[in-house]
């Protein structure tokens, strides 16, 4: 079975703080994604990752930045948190790319994060 | 960009009837993705649609993919409380509809 872990299940930090969310899979999949949850809206591609050292902006990538110096992890940072950046934060891995089909996503339990 | 409408946004049903949520692209898709995710859990993969007018049942669920490949449906016949939950569709493109939530009530 694929195992996606997230490194913290809950995450409380201040305004302005640098917050590092790690994601870790174990099937050796290509594709990572990064996903922020939040209710009314469903889930949101914030950024994602086909190859080590490599990333793509997805739909908000504003305020956020990646890093992927593995292939298994894929790290989502935010620089200096705000308050709109509460919400549950997703990771993701697939075998194959979306648009080739095939590619269904394993995601990590998640981890909420509350910015105060 | 492509935008991706899905509803119903909440169903409440009695169990044992059936259920039924719908989502819609702007845009023609190459393949579409269904997910569950129970509350308090994370999205599950169910299934994926690759052809125009596929067909494609799971048990009680039933999932078409539209002729025109822009729109697709997930069915459940004769719900039961562990349907209970959040059904996602996911496009080619990495977008997820808002999801339909399901609350079946015994």
């Known amino acids: 079975d694929v195992k996606v872990t997230q490194s913290s299940r809950y995450l409380v930090k201040r305004t302005g703080e640098k917050v590092f969310l790690e994601c870790v899979q174990d099937?050796?999949?290509?594709?990572m994604f990064w996903y922020r949850q939040d209710p009314g809206l469903g889930l949101r591609l914030i950024y994602f990752s086909y190859d080590v050292k490599m990333k793509e902006k997805g739909d908000i990538p504003e305020g956020y930045s990646v890093s992927r110096e593995k292939k298994e992890r894929f790290s989502l940072i935010l620089e200096s948190a705000s308050t709109n950046q509460t919400s549950m934060y997703l990771c993701a891995s697939s075998f194959q790319r979306m648009t080739s089909g095939g590619a269904r996503q394993f995601f990590g339990p998640g981890t909420r994060l509350t910015v105060l | 960009g492509q935008q991706v409408m899905q509803i119903p946004q909440y169903q409440h049903v009695q169990e044992g009837e059936d259920f039924t949520t719908y989502c819609n692209s702007s845009t023609t898709l190459s393949n579409i993705q269904w997910y569950k995710q129970r509350p308090g859990g994370h999205p599950v993969f169910l299934i994926q649609l690759v052809k125009s007018g596929e067909v494609k049942k799971q048990k009680r669920l039933t999932f078409q993919f539209g002729e025109a490949k822009k729109n697709s449906s997930l069915h459940i016949t004769a719900t039961q409380t562990t349907d209970v939950g959040t059904y996602f569709c996911a496009t080619d493109k990495l977008i997820f509809g808002t999801g339909t939530r399901l609350q079946v009530f015994p």
């Open positions: 099937m050796d999949h290509e594709n």
